[in-house]
């Protein structure tokens, strides 16, 4: 298995932006007795062929490589802890990716450093990003078009609007009780 949640999630978003994703919507929430993964983009999408090998651990599209373990992993990870996987694509129209995993489960991986992980691939991607963390509570949202808009002229790189991220991020993540583990 893999060391944490966050890498999924970062692999995730990579195959997103490999697809040539536009906009990248990334969900994670705590519903109920699952913690709930669930990243969604505007990309190539997959023809029926490439959605059934998806998640087999000997298919990739990556160039020049034979293996793709993150999709199988995260689905091994789901399903053997006794949550669930489904993925979703169609040529043109994008892919949605989805795995519900047991909160409380004894081996579950860590969430990882989500912040450390979400904020570099938001502030140097050429693409949008609509990030949500939310549980029965609380509801955090974060739009790269509407955060270029206030900030206007200056970049996401930029020091000041870095830092803002990472403690508005931050924040969200405790406000969750969703605290970096690993």
Known sequence: MVEDLA????DLVENALRAGAKLVAVELA???EFFRIRVEDDGAGMAEEQLRRAGDPFFTT??????????AFLRQTAEELGGSFRIHSAPGKGTVVEAKIP????D???????????LPL???SPVEFRLVFRDHRY????????????LG?????????????????????AVLGWKEEG
């Open 122 to 124: 938001i502030a140097t």
């Open 153 to 173: 002229p200056v970049p996401l790189t930029d020091p000041e609007a870095l830092s803002f991220l990472q403690r508005a991020m931050g924040e969200a993540l």
């Open 62 to 71: 990556k160039p020049g490589r034979r293996i793709g373990l993150g999709l």
């Open 108 to 118: 579950r991986p860590p969430l990882g450093d989500l912040c450390g992980t979400l």
């Open 103 to 106: 909160w409380d489960h004894p």
């Open 7 to 10: 890498f999924h999630v970062a």
């Open 30 to 32: 705590r519903e109920g």
């Open 139 to 150: 509801t955090w949202t974060l739009d790269t078009r509407e955060l270029k808009k206030a």
